[in-house]
């Protein structure tokens, strides 16, 4: 695939589990970023093509709602297709992000969660595979 | 939490995400069994309807057995060592996250933080009504404590 995917969490632990998701996927991506925060992940989005991008909400120094503001107001989000995985569960949270075109999947998930999920952004998505 | 919550509702939660999260089974335990050895023990505060933290403590072996069946990788591989801590606080947002939408509901408004995690040689967490332990097969233990008006 010829996608450029950002995940961002707190967590090596969860960052490494969701590469490995992708290798037993068999999704090979142009590339694999990491962040530990927003503020990470902004720099990351500040010289990097990021396509596809998978981000925590609970997080340190700047969360996931925080950055995905941030993303909104710069334009990115129209380029950038966001999953936020998370043990968020407010309706109204969640309803307000998918209304900026948010994907959302809830912790605890199962790879085959985020296979589905990827199958469908790319789906409806204009990023090339 | 500490007025809507159970002992029977934490631990069933609990024991639900240890199994969908790190496929570790465990059966309910007596609390005031004693603790030997060292324990990963991990605190996570909450506001929302009510404010309070919830305190995780597992035995090094059951953290060790989380950051394994997480990674997909061999217990014995040396990254095990170094993801203990992290699979604990990750374990604990999670049971964390169901908690609060199975007692409050998923429209209620709550805040969760960010889980602070320590390995410890002798653990003596504070005393708390609303505890509970999980014990696997092989003896391996979790604790989990409500601590009310701790946020």
Partial sequence: MSQSVLIVDDSPLMRKMLRR??????LEFASIHEAGNGIEALAVFATEQVDLAFVDINMPEMNGLELIQRLAETGKLQ?????????????????????????????????????VMIDQILGESEIPR | MSTSVTVETLSEVAAQVLEDVAFVFTEPAAVAAPWSGGAIEATLAFSGPERGALFVRASP??????????????????????????????MLNVVAGSLVARVFGTSALVHLGVPQVRATASSDPAASPFSVALMTDEGERLELQILAGEA
């Fill in chain 1, 21 to 26: 998701v992708f290798r037993m996927a068999e």
């Fill in chain 2, 61 to 90: 072996g059951l953290a060790a057995l989380f950051a394994a069946n997480m990674l997909g990788i061999e217990i014995d591989d040396p990254e095990v060592t170094e993801r203990t801590q992290d699979a604990v606080g990750e």
């Fill in chain 1, 79 to 115: 380029t950038t297709k966001v999953v936020v995985i998370s043990t968020e569960r407010n309706e109204g949270r969640i309803d307000r992000l998918k209304r900026l075109g948010i994907h959302y999947l809830p912790k605890p998930f199962r790879p085959e969660d985020v296979c």
